[in-house]
């Protein structure tokens, strides 16, 4: 008795989207592995026992396979239903790269939804745009810097969030291991900094915004975030690889507490260190943060303490204001190594529309968190638009 | 002013855990690595500013340091305080490998959880003696397989669930890219699968399961679990790639739905397939797995379609069971490549302690599935304890 059907007919859109993969191989390894992928990502059945209909209509299918430069290295262009995703963020990652993360020599580099697709996708709440209205600043690059070091008390870190706020610092979010340690537990640490931006605020006339690094047991991570709402917290800090990419999207959603969502590369290392494996720079911290709803991408900026090349976070800040349908330009935030030496160097790099993330350096020269704010201020200003 | 403190005193434990790291370079880079790693996942702060007291409690130790047996390759043990972690499962895996996951070869080889810190860990629900129990079998290894191909409508893939229970297959599991998609939406595809599994349960006086897939949004993953337990599903698939690690433990803790929880590695292949970079085999697919809460944990069988070696298989069926606190031992569910002329082998790389995945293999002969089941259950009940 045979138990699958002969044929299926599907009612689908005919809309698809497409995924660029680098392959590394011989030309017909190339094509074997584009045709993998192909069944892969969707059926995951062996192709000579799929129903007719399905190869045509379900399975991914092959728009193009070009060498590049370089020896064995190809180019695929793979086209899927948008039916395969469902709709869903989840199960979109999945069908780009779900089993294939698993096979070596395949490298995402881009995606293009189809309009379709990018409709159920609303992407960041406020982008530039939006964050620039909050932060009341509109000529003028974005300075960002993180509570720290882990081991300060709620108080202290306060203190802290108050003397840079005082020093002109636009988005003063945590240090991304912030969760809710004893020594500064989560909500004490949200309520006492909340209100020491908003003290400053008062005292300058600025518009900083805190925003707490959102670590939480997954079944609280929407409560945990109304409860930075409430406190006054102006934005939320998420790290994607630990909370999953759709705990971005739902942040950002309705369910979600309407705050401005910053995005950290934590744990998704991984992804980018190899040149034929994982995910482009651009498409995981540029596109794909963008898609689930990220207002700003932090990444480690290129001539700091990280490896990434000055062409890789081009490519995420590319990502990141590429048009995209209705999906709104969020910030690319590059962090580390940043210097009032290099502002002219980065400016020329990331033009005004980025946000600079400046930690530890803010605490040199003595200290004086609040003067070095200022400085570093006073080094972007002469560079406004 | 200096906004730092001189110097700071933490009441902590003393309860440290720790993670062995395995670091490229010359001894003094692996040196230089080390100390990197103590700070990075920590304080991340430079070292010359930190107050008094700081180094010695809240940064990482480096413990031992010891040259491997390959040319430049170093393993360091690095111990954290418990404190660091918050207690939480995300912060945890940001302490082991948050920002230095983005840092060149840096692999986690294995980690260590204190007693202290092991307590905040419930860990698998039912493990292998409970999922044992649910499915009355003691004594054998047991036999998983996927419903698919993606395509197939909601009554076309149950009337194979009832083939599959009916050939005495113990776990029916949706494949791993069935999420809400319209030619099988998500609840009538639970549903009617489960039902038709209850069917053949009461046909044979068998005690299969039928495991849906959980994809879903974040926000509605626990009702889309509790929906799955209420509609009769046994158990369900989750891929922590695409929903965080977290949301494995929030499913097998109180707020969820009491079922078996089942993993899937999709979306986390690039973490394990370059020697120097990422999460060793056994680390990820076992151990965190198993912290987190997975019952069994689906991993790519060596000669299968994927390229995992048998002894890093082997990494992965010894964590899923080395002895751990209160933590239950969970299933390795080795997926791929198996034949009933495989059984002696696999038997012989797993014991009797495992979940066997068979997927594609079972449509082969003419497409009798039940039939082709029957045949694997009695394949591997030759080899009975």
Redesign the interface.
């Known amino acids: 008795?045979?138990?699958?059907?002969e044929a299926?007919t599907?009612?689908l859109s005919g809309s698809r989207f497409t995924v660029t993969y680098r392959l590394t191989g011989t030309h017909e390894e190339a094509q074997r592995m584009a045709q993998d992928i192909c069944i892969e990502?969707?059926?995951?059945?062996?192709e000579d026992?799929?129903p007719s209909g399905?190869v045509a209509?379900?399975t991914g299918r092959v728009e193009s396979l070009m060498p590049l430069e370089a020896p064995d290295r190809f180019e695929a262009v793979i086209s899927f239903a948008d039916?395969?995703?469902?709709?869903?963020?989840?199960?979109l990652?999945?069908?780009i790269?779900?089993?294939?993360?698993?096979?070596?020599g395949i490298r995402v580099e881009g995606l293009a939804l189809s309009p379709r697709l990018l409709q159920h996708f609303r992407g960041p709440q406020f982008g530039q745009d939006g964050l620039r209205r909050r932060l009341n600043a509109f000529d003028r690059p974005l300075l960002s810097t993180?509570l720290?070091?882990?081991?300060?008390s709620a108080l202290?870190l306060s203190?802290?969030a108050y003397?840079f706020a005082l020093g002109g610092i636009d988005i003063i979010k945590d240090?991304?291991?912030l969760?809710?340690?004893?020594?500064a537990p989560?909500r004490e640490r949200v309520l006492r900094c909340a209100d020491a931006v908003a003290r400053a605020n008062a005292q300058t006339g600025g518009h900083s915004l805190y925003m707490p690094n959102l670590?939480?047991?997954?079944?609280g991570?929407?409560q945990r975030a109304h409860e930075a709402a409430k406190a006054g917290a102006g934005g939320l800090l998420v790290?994607p690889?630990?909370?999953?990419?759709?705990?971005v999207?739902?942040l950002a959603?309705a369910?979600g507490p309407g705050l401005p969502v910053m995005s950290h590369?934590?744990?998704?290392?991984?992804?980018?260190?190899?040149p034929d494996?994982?995910?482009s720079h651009g498409a995981l911290f540029g596109h794909i943060m963008r898609l689930a709803g990220a207002d700003a991408t932090v990444f480690?900026n290129y001539g700091g303490r990280?490896?990434?090349r000055r062409e890789e976070c081009l490519q995420i800040a590319q990502a990141a204001t590429l048009p995209m349908g209705d999906v709104a330009p969020m910030f690319p935030a590059p962090g580390g190594g940043m210097t009032a030496e290099r502002v002219a160097d980065m400016l020329d790099t990331y033009g005004q529309d980025v946000i600079f993330l400046i930690?530890?350096g803010l605490?040199?020269d003595?200290?004086?968190?609040?003067?070095n704010s200022e400085s570093m201020r006073e080094a972007l200003d002469t560079y406004r638009k």
Do not use: C
């Open positions: 008795m045979k138990t699958l059907p299926v599907l009612d990502q969707t059926v995951e059945f062996p026992l799929l399905f209509r379900v039916e395969t995703t469902g709709y869903e963020l989840p199960q990652l999945n069908v790269f779900g089993n294939i993360s698993i096979k070596p993180a720290k070091p882990m081991g300060l202290e203190e802290l003397q240090d991304h291991g969760a809710d340690q004893p020594f989560w670590s939480a047991p997954a079944e991570l929407l790290a690889g630990l909370t999953g990419f759709d705990a999207r739902a959603s369910a590369p934590a744990w998704l290392g991984s992804f980018v260190t190899h494996q994982g995910i480690p990280f490896s990434f930690g530890g605490f040199r003595g200290g004086d968190v609040r003067r």
